[in-house]
C-alpha cells in the first residue's frame, strides 16, 4: 500500500462504493458528512486521480473507482480475516486447521508434522478428514479444507489448485520375517507369483504402478490375490497364508524398521507418485495452515521419507541383539 494511502481511506471508500450515497455512509460510520467527504478528497489527491463523480441520487465510480474497488474490497476482507485469526489463536482453543485425507493421509509425514507444530501450538485444533479427491475437492475449493494431503491427483482436478510435492512413494513387495523367500538372495518377481498375493485395489496407483512392473518384467499377474487396502487385514492375512503383499513404502516405513517386514524386492524405478499437498493459492491459505506447511516442509526434510532399506535387509526387532 502507497505510504499516502491509509487504511481509514480504503475503509472509507468501500462505504461510500457500497451505499452510493456521502450521507448514507456518514450515517453508517457515525461521522459528519464533510468527515467523508475530506477522507475521500485525501485518498483521490493520494492516488492522483477521481474516484466518484456525482449523480443525481448520490455518487458513483468512475472506472479509477472500479479498479481500485475490484482489488480493495477482497484486500481489507483477508485482512480482516487475518485479524480474526489472530484472536482465535491468542484466545482460543481452535482456529482450527482441516486437512483432507488420501490414502496416504496418516502416513509418517502428517503425524510428525502435526506433532511438531503441537509442541508450540498445543490447543490449535487438527482435523483430518477422509475421503477422495472426488469427494473432498469440492470443500478444499470453497475454503471447507485447509489442504488435501495425498498423492498428486489429475492435472484436470488440480486446475486452479497448487499443489506441493514432499516426496516420491515407491512399491515394496514384502512379506513377514521367516518367509522361505526371505532365506534367498536376489529373489526375483518370477519367483515369488505361486505365493499368495495381497495387492492393491484395481484403478488405484499403487496397483497401475504394480501392473507396469509385472508387465515390464514379463511377470503374470498374481492368480491367488486378497484385494484389499492397507491396514490391519494386511497383516493378519500375512500371518494366517505367508502371504507376499505389494505396498506404498512409506505406509511400511515404520514396520520395515522395526524388523517387523521383510523387504523382498523394491528398486528406485518402482515410483507409484508424488505426494505432498493440494491447497488453493497463498493469498487464500489461513495463517493456521501457513504453519501446519512449515511443519510438513521441515518434516520432509528430515524424516528420511524416501530413504528405504534395499531387498535383502533383515532388520533385528526392538530389544534384540
Known amino acids: 500500500m502507497s505510504a499516502r494511502v491509509h487504511l481509514r481511506q ?18 453508517a460510520l457515525n461521522v459528519s458528512q464533510p ?10 489527491a493520494a492516488l492522483g486521480v477521481e474516484l466518484f463523480i456525482r449523480v443525481p441520487t448520490g455518487v458513483t465510480l468512475t472506472p479509477f473507482g472500479e ?59 487438527v482435523a483430518v478428514i477422509p475421503g477422495t479427491y472426488e469427494q473432498l475437492l469440492p470443500a478444499l475449493r470453497v475454503g471447507e479444507l485447509d489442504m488435501i494431503f495425498g498423492r498428486r491427483g489429475d492435472a484436470s482436478e488440480m486446475s486452479g489448485l497448487v499443489f506441493e510435492v514432499f516426496f516420491q512413494d515407491r512399491l515394496v513387495i514384502a ?20 505365493y499368495p498375493w495381497i495387492v492393491p485395489l484395481p484403478k488405484t496407483a499403487v496397483r497401475e504402478c504394480l501392473n507396469r512392473i509385472l508387465l515390464k518384467h514379463k511377470v503374470p499377474f ?35 524398521e522395526s524388523g517387523d517386514v521383510s523387504i523382498l524386492k523394491t528398486e528406485k524405478s518402482w515410483t507409484i507418485s508424488d505426494v505432498g499437498i493440494a491447497r488453493r493459492p497463498d493469498a487464500l491459505v489461513s495463517q493456521s495452515a501457513r504453519l501446519l506447511i512449515k511443519e510438513l516442509r521441515q518434516a520432509s526434510k528430515t524424516a528420511k521419507l524416501e530413504s528405504m532399506p534395499q ?8 530389544g534384540l541383539v
Not at 12 to 25: H, P, Q
Not at 311 to 318: F, H, I, L, W, Y
Open 311 to 318: 531387498a535383502g535387509t533383515r532388520r533385528p526387532k526392538a
Open 222 to 256: 498374481p492368480r491367488n490375490c486378497f484385494e484389499t487396502t492397507f491396514g490391519s487385514s494386511t497383516w493378519s492375512y500375512m500371518k494366517e497364508t505367508g502371504a507376499i503383499a505389494a505396498l506404498p513404502s512409506n505406509t511400511i516405513y515404520d514396520e520395515i
Open 67 to 125: 479498479a481500485l474497488l475490484r482489488h480493495a474490497g477482497p484486500a481489507i476482507a483477508e485482512l480482516n480475516a487475518g485479524f480474526s485469526e489472530i484472536e482465535a489463536l491468542k484466545n482460543s482453543a481452535d482456529g482450527g486447521i482441516r486437512v483432507g485425507g488420501l490414502q496416504l493421509a496418516m502416513s509418517r509425514l502428517l503425524p510428525i508434522a502435526v506433532a511438531r507444530l503441537k509442541r508450540h501450538r498445543p490447543h490449535l485444533n
Open 175 to 194: 512379506t513377514l520375517p521367516g518367509h522361505p523367500l526371505t532365506l534367498k538372495n536376489n529373489v526375483e518377481l518370477e519367483n515369488m507369483i505361486d
Open 10 to 27: 480504503i475503509t472509507c471508500f468501500l462505504e461510500v462504493a457500497r451505499n452510493g450515497s456521502i450521507k448514507r455512509t456518514a450515517e
Open 35 to 44: 468527515g467523508v467527504t475530506k477522507t475521500i478528497k485525501e485518498l483521490e
